[in-house]
Each structure stands twice: as structure tokens, then as C-alpha cells.
């Protein structure tokens, strides 16, 4: 039992082949749980992972983490037919708050630190624009070279630049091989895919923002998240932090490849975010759903984007 208690986790057939315990797997199964010791008791399982890693987001606050990612759309058969056929971009650029789910997306037809720079500098120009204290950010990646250039721990790129000099807030990188770190914009990529990519005929681009735009208003304002007490993300942010402009959550995607002058304006410390910056009509078959769910007074603010 003191083996037992050491190595916690280690099951009774890894016990009897590296110990040489003279025991049937299943004796040593039965003689170490028949102690009354909690801790020996326990049941390692996924889905005991998960309700613990869920109760640890739970302690943080709305805007507190925010996971980026990249999805390559030519992964997704019915859309990389479209794809060919009418050029459209091969990139998404992802971003989700942790604590309450919200979800951001914007394209690329390249996968490099361009395009995240300005992905990341669209995102935290608008979350400033619309009040939230973007220095207290934490902005976690992975290793890619899109977001940190090379491999070296200590190295920097423009995408750290933007995070961590011109916000102020803190880029956080994921250790290596440790993609599970992420699982909450990963997850979400697996939805967009289900629920927009394989059941959506796109167009042209134009097309495609209209539209990834509509199901980011479905995903924040109207889809309960199961995995969060059937709650949207815009509950659960008015939960925390009382009213919600419904703005704050309706960024709408762009074309990254097209507009790396939002990356250069930063630097120059210029407003990104002024009247007139092109942005797709919100498509009208959204309409009726919205109508559905909010007052008049906060469809107008909504469609003031």
C-alpha cells in the first residue's frame, strides 16, 4: 500500500510487471481498494478531468484568458471543394474567452505573423474600444511560428509586440506537445465545423464573413453552452459584470490578407476602429432570430456595428 500511495495512479497489472509483486493483477486490484483512504479510492477517469479542469475555469474572471488558434479549413471536405472553386481563404483565425465561451473568428489566406498580429490587434482594439481593460489579458498560443516566430522559449515576435508592448497585457505560451492546454478554442473548432463549414454553400468571400458573422452572433448571444451550465456567453458575462452591449460580442470577421494596415495603425498608435471601416451587412436571415430574442433597442445597437 505505501507503493500504492507513492505512485497513486499505477494500476495492479504495472505493479506485479515492474515489481515483481507475486499477485493476479485483480488481487492487487482488490486488496488496495478494500482501504478506507479516499485518495486510494479515486477513479482517474476523463470524465473526472474534465469536472475538475471545468471548476478551475470557473475561478476565472470574464476576459481574464483568452486562447487563440489557427484552423485550416482544407481539412473540412465540403468546404475545400468551395474552396477551390471560389478561392476562399484557408485560414481561420480563432479566439475564445475561457470563462465564458465568447467566440471571435476572422480569415487568412496565409498562415504567418502577419495575419495573427493583425487578428490580435483587430481583437484587442475592439475589446478596448468597447471598455474592457485589455491589460489584465492574458492571451495564450501555442508554438506556432504564426504567433511566436521560432521555437526559442525567450523569443519574440510581432505578435507578442502587439500583446505585450502596445496593450499591455501578457501573451502566454503553451508547453510543446501540450495542444490539450488549448482545449477550449480547439473545441470550438470542432462545432464551427459541424454546425457552419458542413452544412454552408459559401459563395465568395464576402459570403463567408456574412456568415461566419451570423454564427458568431448565434454562438454569443443565442447557443446555450452545455459545457457551461446551458448558459451563452453573454449570460454569463452579464452574470459577472451586470449589462452587456450586445456590440462587445458581435466583432464582425474580416479578411486579414486585406486589411494588415489594422496591424501597421497600431504601431503607429492610430484608432483601428473608426466610423466607416468595411464590415459585412448583417445577412437578413438572421433578422427573424434576432427578433426572437432581444428588444428593439438592442437589435439598433447591434446593427450599428
Not at 257 to 278: M, R
Request: aromatic share 12%; charged share 25%.
Amino acid at each position: 500500500m505505501e507503493l500504492r500511495n507513492q505512485l497513486k495512479k499505477i494500476s495492479g497489472k504495472r505493479m506485479k510487471m515492474e515489481f515483481g509483486i507475486p499477485l493476479q493483477p485483480s488481487t492487487i486490484y482488490r486488496i488496495y481498494h478494500s482501504y478506507n483512504d479516499p485518495n486510494l479510492k479515486k477513479t482517474w477517469k476523463k470524465h473526472r478531468k474534465k469536472q475538475d479542469l471545468r471548476k478551475e475555469k470557473q475561478k476565472l474572471k470574464v476576459w481574464e484568458k483568452i486562447q487563440i488558434d489557427i484552423k485550416d479549413l482544407y481539412d473540412i471536405p465540403y468546404y475545400f471543394r468551395q474552396a477551390m472553386r471560389c478561392r476562399l481563404p484557408r485560414y481561420q483565425f480563432t479566439a475564445r474567452d475561457v470563462k465564458s465561451g465568447a467566440l471571435f473568428v476572422s480569415y487568412g489566406k496565409a498562415k504567418d505573423l502577419s495575419n495573427a498580429s493583425t487578428f490580435c490587434a483587430y481583437l484587442l482594439a475592439h475589446l478596448k474600444k468597447m471598455g474592457i481593460e485589455v491589460k489584465q489579458i492574458g492571451i495564450q498560443t501555442d508554438n506556432d511560428g504564426a504567433f511566436v516566430g521560432n521555437w526559442r522559449p525567450g523569443s519574440h515576435s510581432t505578435f507578442t509586440y502587439v500583446i505585450e508592448q502596445i496593450y499591455k497585457a501578457l501573451h502566454l505560451r503553451i508547453p510543446p506537445a501540450a495542444p490539450t492546454c488549448n482545449s477550449d478554442v480547439e473545441t470550438v473548432h470542432a462545432r464551427i465545423e459541424e454546425e457552419l463549414f458542413d452544412i454552408e454553400d459559401v459563395s465568395d468571400a464576402y459570403d463567408l464573413r456574412c456568415k461566419a458573422w451570423s454564427y458568431v452572433i448565434y454562438f454569443n448571444l443565442l447557443r446555450p453552452n452545455s459545457y457551461k451550465n446551458c448558459k451563452t456567453p453573454l449570460k454569463i458575462i452579464a452574470e459577472e459584470n451586470g449589462s452587456v452591449d450586445p456590440q462587445l460580442l458581435t466583432l464582425p470577421p474580416i479578411i486579414l490578407d486585406d486589411d494588415a494596415h489594422i496591424y501597421f495603425n497600431t504601431i503607429n498608435n492610430e484608432d483601428l476602429l473608426k466610423e466607416g471601416h468595411h464590415v459585412p451587412g448583417l445577412p437578413k436571415y438572421l433578422v427573424f432570430v434576432v427578433f426572437g430574442f432581444f428588444e428593439e433597442e438592442m437589435l439598433i445597437k447591434l446593427y450599428s456595428v
